[in-house]
Nanobody, 123 residues
Framework: QVQLLESGGGLVQAGGSLRLSCAAS????????MGWFRQAPGKEREFGAA????????HYTGSVKGRFTISRDNAKNTVYLQMNSLKPEDTALYYC????????????????WGQGTQVTVSS
């Protein structure tokens, strides 16, 4: 089992920044690809970003590319999502997910998910 705990969400004005964290426990963190997803009210969950086990490969959805940066610290068992130039449409519940296969993470089929942290961007 892997447990994931997100933090760092909050209320921010448009144009501002937030950094989300997802702390993992239970298994060897560096054996797992990690990803961030989000779900806005009334909408389906969507992929945001993913990072490989070593951190050497990252993937982003088009709407966040250039504004969000995913990174990881394997010594701290933590993955981060730095979000800059936030827009009201970024408002959502943000989840982290993990799987030993990065492709499964990107496809939204990760084995383990956190409970989410709320991000609200005011205009």
């Amino acid at each position: 089992q892997v447990q994931l705990l997100e933090s760092g969400g909050g209320l921010v004005q448009a144009g501002g920044s937030l950094r989300l964290s997802c702390a993992a426990s239970g298994r060897t963190f560096s054996n797992y690809g990690m990803g961030w997803f989000r779900q806005a009210p009334g909408k389906e969950r969507e992929f945001g970003a993913a990072i490989s086990r070593s951190g050497g490969s990252t993937h982003y959805t088009g709407s966040v590319k250039g504004r969000f940066t995913i990174s990881r610290d394997n010594a701290k068992n933590t993955v981060y999502l730095q979000m800059n130039s936030l827009k009201p449409e970024d408002t959502a519940l943000y989840y982290c997910a993990t799987d030993q296969v990065l492709g499964e993470v990107v496809a939204g089929k990760g084995d383990y998910w956190g409970q989410g942290t709320q991000v609200t961007v005011s205009s």
